[in-house]
């Protein structure tokens, strides 16, 4: 059956729904729906997505979506297809931008605005080893101290793995359960479902995600945006099960611990090199395996 709504987990799937100007007002609520009643957003504006270093050999960084909040706080909002070595590295690393864009010249108090750090994850996280961990849904996470004190509040990273999100129509409760729900079976639906009723925001997202309301430029770079996805999805699935890039999230190599990182190693390039051989775009690759254009075109 030919879909009639967008795949949002694809990168221009994802920010025609939440990234533009014009669909402000929906990632403002989405955003509201995941945090505390002391955060709530009531005005939102877009940032410049693209970030460079402090100094010339700092990497450059470029989110998804960046944007701050009426009181300046900023907000770091990641679509992540696949899972990759450093996962967690590179949200923190990504974190520090935001942080470091707020020095000012001159005479400073290093006061600063709030950052939070929001992942939608299309995979599940492989370091939960027991109940209710590896079904949780919601990660939020702070710094905290040996005693589980919060040592400092204003550095949030909140991680939502969608495939861990099984709930159906009739058991969603919150704001936040409609959300998850519309973006993990958005491109499945063939109707409006009636637990969205009249609900003026979901009205307009649906609006917004409507394949036959694209223009005819905007429907070929969704299915150019589609074609990458699925090859990266096809790709990975692949490599696992023949079994080629075994033990490069999960660190699973034998022998002692230089093995498992020579191991590691191995399974980012071999990763690089099947995907390089699909033809799969130098940077995407990159942000996937965390490994140096320069290093993929060498391959």
């Given amino acids: 059956m030919k879909a009639r709504y967008i795949n949002p987990f694809t990168d221009f799937g994802f920010k025609k729904i939440f990234g533009e100007e014009a669909s402000k007002h929906l990632l403002k609520d ?17 940032k410049n997505n693209e970030q460079l270093g402090m100094g010339e050999i700092d990497r450059r960084a470029i ?3 960046y ?14 297809k696949a899972k990759q070595n450093y996962f967690k590295d590179r949200t923190v690393y990504y974190s520090t931008f935001p942080i470091q864009e707020q020095a000012e010249k001159g005479e400073w108090n290093f006061k600063l605005q709030a950052v939070f750090c ?8 492989d370091d939960y080893t027991t109940e209710p961990e590896k079904s949780q849904v919601l990660h939020q996470i702070k710094l905290k101290d040996q005693n589980n004190k919060i040592f400092y509040d204003k550095l949030t990273y909140i991680y939502l793995e969608m495939p861990n999100f099984r709930k159906t129509e009739d058991q969603l409760e919150t704001q936040l359960d409609k959300w998850l729900y519309f973006i993990k079976n958005l491109e499945d639906f063939s109707e409006i479902p009636h637990i969205f009723g009249d609900e003026v925001i979901f009205q307009s997202a649906f609006e917004k995600a409507e394949l036959a309301r694209l223009m005819p430029e905007d429907r070929s770079r969704y299915q150019h945006s589609l074609k990458i996805y699925r090859d990266i999805k096809n790709v990975i699935d692949t490599a696992y099960d023949e079994g080629k890039i075994e033990g490069i999230i999960e660190g699973k190599a034998e022998g002692k611990a230089e093995g498992k990182a020579e191991g590691k190693a191995e399974g980012k390039v071999e990763m690089a090199r099947v995907m390089k051989h699909e033809g799969l775009d130098l940077q995407m690759i990159s942000k996937i395996t965390g490994l140096s254009i320069s290093e993929i075109s060498m391959l």
């Fill in 30 to 46: 989405f955003l509201n729906a995941l945090l505390p009643a002391s955060a709530q957003i009531a005005e939102l504006s877009f």
């Fill in 67 to 80: 944007c701050q909040n009426q009181n300046g706080e900023k907000f770091i909002v990641e679509l992540q």
């Fill in 118 to 125: 929001v992942g939608i994850l299309d995979f599940t996280f």
């Fill in 63 to 65: 989110f998804d979506i």
